[in-house]
C-alpha cells in the first residue's frame, strides 16, 4: 500500500485517494508512476513509457513483474498490447511472451479485479490464440489466475496447478516440458 501526502486542495486529496489501487493476488512491486494533466500514469517497462494507470493495467504491470522476478521470463521477449488479424477483425492481445527462437510461448489476457473470470474471457484469448498457437495460456483479473497448456498434437487442453516457470526447452510440436 502506497501512502501518499497531499498538499493539494481537499477536491484533488479525494480525486487521487479514489484512484488508488487495490491489492491484488500477487507480491507487491515497486513502480514508477507520475501524474499528468490529472491523470495517474505507470511506467511500462516493455513499452518503454508511461502509460494510464487503469484497474485493467495495474493487473497486466503487477503480472509482468510477477512473470519476470517469481518466473524468470526474460523481459526482452514480451510483447504488450499488438495488433493482430483474428478472422479478419484487427484485434490487440494483452501480453505475449517469445521463446528465443522467435516461436510465442505464452499469450495472457488480462481484466480489471473488478471483472470476474468467465467463459467469454477465455473465448476471447482463445480467438487470438488461433492466428498465434502458443502453447500456454493465462487469464488473470489479479486477485484469480487461470493458466493452460494446449496440446495441438492430441487437440486437447489442461489446466495448470500454477503459473508455470520459464523454460527455454518448453513444449515445442508436440515434445514434452522439462
Known amino acids: 500500500m502506497y501512502i501518499f501526502r497531499f498538499r493539494q486542495p481537499k477536491r484533488y486529496r479525494e480525486y487521487f485517494k479514489s484512484r488508488l489501487m487495490q491489492q491484488l493476488n500477487l507480491p507487491n512491486y515497486a513502480f ?25 493495467e495495474w493487473v497486466r504491470q503487477n503480472f509482468i513483474q510477477y512473470l519476470k522476478k517469481e518466473k524468470k521470463y526474460p523481459e526482452n521477449l514480451m510483447v504488450v498490447e499488438k495488433q493482430i488479424i483474428v478472422n479478419g ?22 481484466k480489471a479485479p473488478n471483472v470476474k473470470i468467465t467463459q467469454d474471457a477465455f473465448d476471447q484469448v482463445v480467438r487470438y490464440n488461433m492466428a498465434l498457437r502458443v502453447e500456454r495460456v493465462i487469464v488473470s483479473n489479479g486477485l484469480q489466475h487461470f493458466a493452460c497448456e494446449i496440446d495441438y498434437v492430441k487437440n486437447s487442453f489442461k489446466y495448470l496447478p500454477e503459473i508455470p516457470e520459464f523454460c527455454e526447452r518448453c513444449k515445442v510440436n508436440g515434445q514434452g516440458f522439462s
Not at 494483452?94 to 516461436?103: A, E, P, S
Open 89 to 110: 477483425k484487427q484485434r490487440r492481445f494483452d501480453l505475449l511472451i517469445y521463446l528465443r527462437n522467435g516461436q510465442p510461448q505464452l499469450i495472457a489476457e488480462f
Open 32 to 56: 514508477r508512476t507520475k501524474i499528468e494533466d490529472g491523470k495517474k500514469l505507470i511506467f511500462d517497462s516493455i513499452r518503454k513509457k508511461f502509460i494510464v494507470l487503469t484497474p485493467e
